[in-house]
């Protein structure tokens, strides 16, 4: 009897314990949680530069041609309109689902054509397979960040930095799994990053959604969010020393695979924060409760669109309402502060695309080795994250504390990229660590600060089709800036070279132009276009002085108090 009555004892112990798994794993801090994870492995469209040489010489491409792949990269990789519309109608983990196909199918037919196991393809083929690849990040993006969005509104620049800085930091994590997966293949990184996304997008698609919460659940949010952060650049310190010691010594596979471990570890580290918030919730909810007990929970819920009268799409296009209230999509499409902030976002990410994109064939241009040049695409990814943490999160801060304006913010930062540009057009010697780092921090704290100024003035009724819409700016910048300025005045360097040589050019491949000349007009150029964007910016700045001097999330918590 006294077996039974321990096992009795033993299970009846055990509900308290499953509903609290439950309660974390079904709670919207485990939501931030798993969209970390999925952004921590979705940003491969900021490592071209590592497989770029690849592609270039396993299929006879000259510069402008891999440009113009570059430019299909960054077009699939910034027009989210269709993952904006499916997820107004389906719950997210549908978009995170499909994103997941398109990724694998992209990149491993890209993978599949550089090592020879199928006959090269014809250039609009490979043009597609590396937009399907890209676009499956605007998928995961809009399928991870925008519930996370809107569960926390009133935290919304913390969220955009946190989420958008992992998809920055994630050049530097594929980079250390590639090496403990694979050595120094590069060829079999464009495989990494076709399964690998994918297959952390599955496991994780069925756990992000939008979450109803009460009063109780929201008091710690800021200090959560700091917590988070500060995992992060533990994480971000952690791949920062690494990058610097792997750039100086040669590491062995079993080296390689303990990085790889500790990396995983402070990866998970968030976790800790998303439980103790949870046990502390339970405690709170507690102190009002004689039993604990949490309510039923689908494991699985199915997400309904929100009930809304049918309105014409077409109605009041030109009659928006105040800032900050819900937009009609065409509403915020034909606005003025629409316009504004897409050509800002053309100068701006369209020219630190370009450096991106091209930053292989910068450092080979200006003499340093290939593990240089994988050092640099590592240090832009790093402080690309640092730069999306930083955006969000001191915007954040200083629009709460003294009303600055986040279109000022944006404005401050496509000016100081200026600075990252020059560097590149004069070569200065070892000026690519540095234009590396100022370019990758820059490009990454623009997203934030795009996408909270997006749901700041238009709302976030139809926020998901709007952040996405507000994306295509940086593709039609890397067309005019990547493919149009930099690949053809590349090539036409090279073959001023190649002629003055008395040689002649027989392939893509040899079309290799070497110094400073290379990318010195195309990136004065550049340097001039992003001014621009920042002289149409501060118009942003002007138009939208007051509506940042008020209290911007007042209606959010109006209706949560009206709610409860």
């Known amino acids: 009897m006294g077996g039974v009555r321990f096992s009795i004892r033993t299970s009846r112990s055990s509900v308290p314990m499953r509903n609290f798994v439950l309660q974390v794993l079904l709670g919207r801090w485990f939501t931030v949680f798993a969209s970390l994870l999925i952004m921590s492995v979705s940003g491969a469209t900021y490592m071209l530069a590592l497989y770029s040489a690849d592609i270039k010489s396993s299929l006879d491409y000259d510069q402008t041609t891999l440009n113009l792949i570059g430019f299909f990269k960054d077009l699939g990789a910034n027009v989210g309109v269709f993952s904006g519309l499916i997820n107004e109608i389906t719950p997210p983990w549908v978009v995170l689902l499909i994103g997941g196909v398109m990724n694998f199918f992209g990149y491993f037919m890209i993978w599949l054509s550089v090592t020879h196991r199928i006959p090269k393809p014809k250039l609009p083929a490979m043009c597609l397979c590396i937009c399907l690849g890209a676009n499956s990040q ?242 832009m990814s790093i402080w690309g994250f640092l730069g999306r943490a930083f955006s969000g999160y001191a915007s954040e801060f200083l629009w709460t504390k003294y009303s600055f304006s986040r279109p000022l913010f944006f404005t401050l930062v496509l000016l100081f990229s200026c600075v990252g540009h020059l560097l590149i057009a004069f070569g200065v010697p070892t000026s690519l660590y540095f234009s590396s780092v100022i370019i990758g921090f820059c490009f990454g704290a623009q997203w934030p600060l795009i996408f909270a100024i997006v749901s700041e003035l238009f709302g976030l009724k139809y926020y998901a089709t709007l952040y996405s819409i507000s994306g295509i700016a940086s593709p039609v910048g890397s067309y005019i800036f990547n493919v149009k300025v930099a690949g053809f005045l590349y090539d036409q360097e090279a073959r001023k070279q190649m002629a003055a040589s008395g040689l002649a050019s027989v392939a893509g491949r040899d079309l290799a132009c070497k110094g400073v000349h290379c990318y010195r007009l195309a990136f004065l150029i550049i340097t001039a276009a992003t001014v621009l964007g920042c002289v149409v910016s501060f118009i942003l700045v002007l138009r939208t002085w007051e509506f940042y001097k008020g209290d911007i999330y007042k209606k959010f918590r109006e209706e949560r108090q009206e709610t409860e």
């Not at 039993?291 to 049918?310: H, K, N, T």
């Open 138 to 379: 605007t998928f995961a993006n809009t399928g991870a960040l925008i519930p996370s969005v809107k569960n926390f509104p009133q935290n919304r620049g913390n969220v955009l930095g946190l989420l958008k800085g992992y998809v920055g930091l994630s050049g530097a994590i594929l980079t250390q799994i590639y090496h403990a997966f694979y050595g120094d293949d590069s060829k079999d990184f464009i495989l990494l990053i076709a399964w690998l996304p994918t297959a952390v997008s599955f496991l994780l698609l069925r756990v992000v959604r939008v979450v109803e919460v009460d009063r109780i659940s929201i008091s710690n949010d800021l200090k959560n969010f700091y917590y988070m952060l500060y995992t992060s650049l533990v994480l971000a310190g952690f791949l920062m020393i690494l990058v610097i010691i792997q750039n100086e010594l040669i590491f062995t596979r079993i080296q390689y695979l303990g990085c790889a471990f500790i990396l995983l570890v402070l990866l998970f580290l968030p976790l800790v924060v998303v439980i103790r918030e949870e046990f502390l919730m339970r405690k709170r909810k507690s102190q009002d409760m004689d039993l604990i007990s949490v309510p039923p929970l689908d494991p699985f819920p199915v997400e309904l669109s929100s009930s809304r009268p049918p309105i014409s799409c077409f109605k009041n296009v030109f009659r928006p309402p105040e800032r900050g209230d819900d937009y009609t999509i065409l509403q915020a499409i034909f606005s003025v502060d629409m316009l504004i902030l897409f050509v800002a976002t053309i100068c701006g990410a369209g020219g630190a695309l370009t450096a991106m994109d091209n930053l292989g064939q910068i450092g080979s241009s200006l003499g340093y080795s290939a593990h240089s040049i994988s050092t640099f695409t590592s240090l």
